[in-house]
């Protein structure tokens, strides 16, 4: 790692340790849908309104509703209907990880471009969490899909930190280098500030470790072969690794020369989007 990163890297750590680094809040409209759905009894109107009060969010859930993966035999279209086709449990997830977008902005274009690149990303990875988790395990699809759309949230922080810091802006080097090593850290850090549920906390800090072995297959487990399958055939170290090497894809119990298996995840890449 060359100077200026180590430099920057520490500045953060301790940022970290002494809580002085400004983290992102969740968006109000999550905190809602959240304390709504902590009411086992809500109905799906009550949720309606909740998410119906921002209608980009409500536009993308009708969207998820009609997306190949889900396939309706008639097309949704109205809120009320999507969150009666998912339940309100999948709906208040999926429409908690999807509000995250708001917090994807930036002041400078080079950041900006960075975050949307973050968040396309996290969409890819969410949608193919989501479709591995449906079709090859008992866990829930909606919060594998959680854990894909935060799985990178450990950068935001840093880009922000950056965009007040012209030099390390200008050396993307040192900024790549500063963002894969301590991301996983602060993507860990945020989810429990923002009380996010245990079995997701660690899917930042742990999703790379592609040695990790738990006991029996975990939302970690799918959210790193949903990376690993997002960044084949690109230029990224992760596309040499072979997905039927890990200890996670080996749980999932794929055969990954099938069809239907690279057919469905293809489809579920832009499930989000």
């Given amino acids: ?5 180590e430099k920057v890297q520490q500045a953060l750590v301790e940022a970290i340790d002494n809580d002085d680094l400004v983290l992102p809040t969740l968006p109000e409209v999550a905190l809602k849908i959240r304390q709504a759905a902590e009411d086992p009894e809500i109905s799906i ?23 190949p993966l889900l396939r309706a035999t008639q097309e949704v279209t109205d809120l009320h209907t999507a969150i009666t086709r998912l339940g309100t449990n999948y709906s208040s997830n999926l429409a908690i990880g999807l509000v995250m977008e708001q917090i994807f902005h930036a002041r400078s274009d ?8 973050v968040w396309r990303r996290s969409l890819e990875v969410a949608g193919v969490s989501y479709a591995l988790c449906r079709n090859h395990s008992q866990l829930k699809p909606d919060q594998a899909a959680l854990g894909g759309l935060v799985h990178q949230i450990g950068v935001l922080p840093i880009l922000t930190y950056a965009e007040d810091r012209y030099e ?20 860990d850090k945020l989810l429990r500030v923002w009380d996010f549920p ?16 738990s006991e029996k297959l975990d939302y970690i487990d799918v959210v790193q072969v949903a990376v690993l399958y997002c960044h084949k055939g690109t230029e990224h170290p992760l596309a040499t690794v072979p997905l039927s090497t890990l200890p996670a894809f080996k749980k999932l119990r794929i055969d990954p020369q099938s069809r239907t298996f690279n057919t469905d995840l293809d489809e579920a890449r832009s499930m989000f989007y």
């Fill in 168 to 187: 390390l802006l200008a050396d993307p080097v040192s900024l790549n280098h500063v963002i894969e090593s301590i991301h996983p850290l602060l993507g």
């Fill in 198 to 213: 245990e079995m997701l906390v660690d899917v930042p800090g742990q999703y790379l470790d592609l040695t990790r072995d």
């Fill in 45 to 67: 109107s009550r949720l309606s309104k909740v998410i119906g009060r921002d209608t980009a969010l409500s536009a993308r859930l009708i969207k998820v509703v009609n997306s």
């Fill in 1 to 5: 790692m060359n100077k200026l990163a």
């Fill in 110 to 117: 080079v950041v900006e471009q960075k975050m949307r690149d």
